[in-house]
């Protein structure tokens, strides 16, 4: 645990006796824009598991991990070799692209101070539930200095399930052996920008806010059945607004 989760985990004294609530966010296209090194990284992994590089890339679009690379392996006809050798080729793959994300990509507008806002609020604990293995996803928000605002030892990863409806009980146990004050029913909302995300939440029983921040607008993301979309993170007060809304 490091010392800012301890920190976050003491938790406002006024809140003390309340059951606190978990804000999960999407990383890729939500908070970060990775430019294409998403799909670099799948295909290097590939290759080091193979010895030949892919010949097609890697079906993103809000899959975990083990569904993107179990597709890539599909793809191209092959077994796919035991998943702690795949984990461990994509966070191989993650690390060395660290650099030419910080070039390349960027944090979206709007996401520090959503994150700063969200971590002030009152009786709320947030974390990720992200398709990414927790190593590159970890790669990912450091590279753009976002990760001290939040707690990702709570967070739930590609690695931890297929589907990412499986990854929301898998945060919430997570949180309540942290947190004395939330269990493993605790209020929950995801915040993603692709229809999978509100599926997920809508699988699982929990809140869902979709941000068109990705390839998926407005007004698919609400087709998919998201009770609330913003255009991105820029507007801190309605990212705010709709966490309340949802929440409380």
């Not at 589907?163 to 146990?173: F, I, M, S």
Request: proline share 5%; charged share 20%.
């Amino acid at each position: 645990m490091t010392a800012w989760s301890a920190c976050l985990r003491q938790g406002p004294a006024i809140y003390a006796g309340a059951m606190r609530r978990l804000v999960l966010w999407d990383v890729d296209h939500t908070l970060v824009e990775n430019a294409g090194i998403s799909k670099e990284t799948y295909a290097a992994a590939y290759e080091t598991l193979t010895g030949e590089p892919p010949l097609t890339p890697a079906r993103t679009e809000g899959r975990t991990d083990r569904l993107i690379m179990r597709g890539m392996f599909d793809d191209h006809r092959r077994a796919m070799p035991p998943w702690p050798e795949v984990e461990s080729a994509l966070s191989q793959a993650g690390a060395a692209r660290f650099q030419a994300l910080q070039e390349r990509g960027c944090a979206l507008p709007g996401a520090v101070e959503a994150l700063k806002a969200v971590g002030r609020m009152d009786g709320v604990v947030q974390s990720v539930l992200t398709g990414n293995i927790r190593g590159n996803a970890q790669v990912k928000l450091a590279a753009f200095g976002l990760v001290g605002w939040l707690d990702l030892d709570v967070g739930a990863y590609g690695a931890d399930g297929g589907d990412r409806a499986e990854l929301v009980p898998v945060a919430r146990a997570r949180a309540a052996r942290a947190y004395a004050d939330v269990d493993e029913r605790a209020p929950t909302l995801l915040i993603g920008d692709t229809p999978r995300d509100v599926a997920a939440a809508f699988d699982s029983g929990v809140g869902v806010v979709a941000v068109a921040s990705g390839v998926h607008d407005a007004a698919s993301l609400a087709a998919a059945g998201a009770p609330l979309v913003l255009p991105d993170l820029r507007d801190t007060d309605a990212v705010v607004s709709s966490i309340q809304r949802s929440l409380f």
